[in-house]
């Protein structure tokens, strides 16, 4: 999986900014990605391309239960969120609804990778290659269920 | 085991469980609401285009629908996604839709208890992250998004990490002006907003005994903005008289085994608590009101799940008798059943003559959706549970969380205030 970084070096990235409280009321897919990231980076949705990921630092989507958020990016185009630590239900929107990988990753990848970085995400190996600097990176490993449920296409795949 | 484990052994019908555990849980009851109810109908659009039938729910006794977050609507998309609520739970069959305009509505979890709507032991699910609220009353209450909640919707159960469970010792009574919004907010000041990520966060200890039924909800809600996965506090007698009041006469005290184990034992002493607020942007940017920036306010907001029940607007109503507001105070009983009280005791009289304006039950400026949010540049004082960066409007407003009697105290000076120096 490869596509180009959007780096937000920061922490405790909310769901207020990924997608603010006035659009809970929408439930168009499309309309809702126009507004992704506004509170942080209106101009997010004009420069975020189709297969780009998101990399930023501790706590990602903490916040409210809205799966507005992931679904937001995921219709961004975002395949993957990169970060030091995810919120939980975030986390569990994203691989149980299907809409984006949430990949845990440690320092050095946070670190060595900037924005505009290309980067291959190799979820068999655990692994993060930035194609631009010539860098590999480990991912934490997705927990067994958190495996299962991704590798099945989403929770309604899923065979428990 | 503790309290949550013994819940999820026995939902998912096994005589041990342990942290990291993965469980399938049936759930006892479910919730949504304007917002996740629409969410949750679009997933079923997706399910029936893949040729999956939904055309029947799991158990329709078992879910509850709440009007809260857009009404009154403002628009047009809101409305619709009322009609859309109402259409949905006439199309599967559910009876509980508390709707707004005809009796008993409010928010969602509001309603959980003064509806007595959940019961000690239960799995509670809701479209919401604030369903951890409910916890309060002994139950594993969680709040899952809209594909989670249609998988429960269809099959009765969802898959659960047992988690981790660090436990709250409150030592002691409150003192007097000191609600348990500032232990809570003291706590998340501590840990951070991932202290308590997929963790449980247990409340107990003397302090706890002590407090009342509203005050637990309030502890259990804020569990939320330190990411845990749910709140609780064991069920006692206070719990079972309290569901009694409401209508539930089969709620039974609820605890966990005496040997129950616990990740981490923190211990607070009561005495040493003092009114708190959480300054712009986080709810663990955590500072003591006396020594808090001496900013001009625009307005005091109490209102929603965390700080608007009928106790936190009896204790705003002791500091604002007889006062006058120096700036815009809004006060939103979170459920008509609290209006009714508030009404007839008195409390909405001595509102009215301080000048607030009383607003009906509505999430909406709690999440910066609708019914008076902040204009660039505007500072306000809230009862709410979070502040980021436009949660309550413009994304350059700013919010200040606190307890109920802080907000009113601010409301009368115009500047953050203790309520212990006002005169």
Redesign the interface.
């Given at each position: 999986m490869k596509g180009n970084v959007v780096k937000y070096e920061r922490d405790n990235i909310d769901t207020d900014v990924i997608i603010p409280g006035q659009y809970l009321k929408v439930h168009d897919y499309a309309e809702l990605a126009t507004h992704a990231m506004e509170g942080l980076d209106p101009d997010f949705h004009s420069k975020v391309k189709e297969s780009d990921f998101i990399l930023s630092g501790k706590n990602f989507g903490c916040g409210s239960s809205r799966e507005h958020a992931p679904i937001a990016l995921s219709h961004s185009g975002v395949k993957a969120v990169l970060a030091l630590s995810f919120a939980r239900i975030f986390y569990r929107n994203s691989v149980d609804g299907a809409f984006l990988l949430p990949i845990e990753i440690e320092e050095d990848a946070y670190k060595g990778i900037a924005e505009g970085d290309e980067i291959d995400i190799d979820v068999s190996k655990n692994e993060i290659t930035n194609l631009t600097k010539n860098q590999t990176y480990k991912m934490k490993p997705f927990s067994d269920i958190i495996g299962k449920i991704i590798d099945a296409g989403g929770l309604f795949n899923y065979k428990p | 085991m503790n309290i949550v484990e013994k819940i999820l052994a026995r939902a998912s019908g096994k005589s041990q469980v342990a942290p990291d555990d993965?469980v399938?849980a049936k759930v006892d009851k479910v919730m949504v609401h304007d917002?996740?109810g629409?969410?949750v109908?679009?997933?079923f659009d997706k399910?029936k285009n893949k040729g999956?039938d939904v055309s029947k729910l799991w158990d329709p006794t078992k879910v509850w629908v709440a009007e809260d977050?857009?009404v009154p609507s403002a628009e047009k998309?809101?409305a619709e996604?009322i009609v859309k609520l109402s259409n949905f739970t006439k199309n599967y069959g559910i009876e509980k839709h508390f709707k707004y305009g005809m009796g008993q509505y409010g928010i969602c979890h509001t309603l959980s208890h003064e509806e007595a709507m959940v019961m000690p032991g239960d799995v509670y699910v809701g479209?919401?992250?604030h369903?951890n609220t409910t916890g309060a009353l002994g139950a594993f209450a969680c709040?899952?998004?809209?594909?989670?909640i249609?998988?429960v919707l269809l099959n009765g159960q969802i898959?659960f990490?047992v988690p981790e469970t660090d436990y709250f010792k409150l030592n002691g009574k409150l003192p007097d002006h000191v609600m348990a919004k500032d232990v809570i907010l003291k706590i998340i000041g501590d840990i951070g907003?991932?202290g308590g990520?997929?963790r449980t966060m247990q409340f107990g200890g003397s302090g706890i005994d002590e407090m009342s039924v509203e005050s637990r909800l309030t502890l259990c809600n804020m569990t939320t903005e330190a990411?845990a996965?749910n709140g609780i506090v064991e069920a006692d007698q206070k719990v079972v008289d309290y569901l009694s009041s409401r209508g539930a006469t089969n709620a039974q005290v609820f605890k966990g085994d005496d040997d129950a184990k616990y990740a981490n034992i923190y211990e607070y002493e009561a005495s040493e608590m003092e009114p708190l607020v959480a300054k712009p942007f986080?709810p663990e940017n955590v500072a003591v009101v006396r020594e808090a920036p001496s900013v001009e306010l625009d307005k005091s907001y109490i209102g929603s799940c965390t700080g608007a029940k009928y106790e936190d607007l009896e204790a705003v109503a002791k500091i604002l008798k007889g006062k006058t507001v120096k700036i815009r105070t809004e006060i939103l009983p979170a459920s008509i059943s609290i209006y009714k009280r508030a009404m007839e005791n008195g409390l909405l009289t001595i509102f009215l003559d301080a000048g607030v304006t009383v607003g009906p039950p509505t999430c909406g400026a709690c999440?910066?959706?609708?019914m008076g949010?902040l204009a660039k540049n505007e500072i306000c004082i809230s009862t709410t549970n979070?502040n980021?960066?436009?949660?309550m409007g413009h994304?350059e407003s700013e919010t200040y969380l606190s307890s109920p009697m802080v907000a009113a105290a601010s409301a009368v000076t115009g500047k953050i205030t203790d309520p212990r120096d006002l005169q």
């Open positions: - | 993965v399938f917002v996740s629409p969410g109908l679009k997933v399910l999956v977050h857009f998309v809101s996604n479209g919401d992250s369903t709040g899952l998004g809209h594909t989670d249609a998988y898959w990490k907003t991932d990520n997929y990411g996965k986080s999440c910066g959706a609708h949010v979070r980021f960066p436009g949660r994304v």
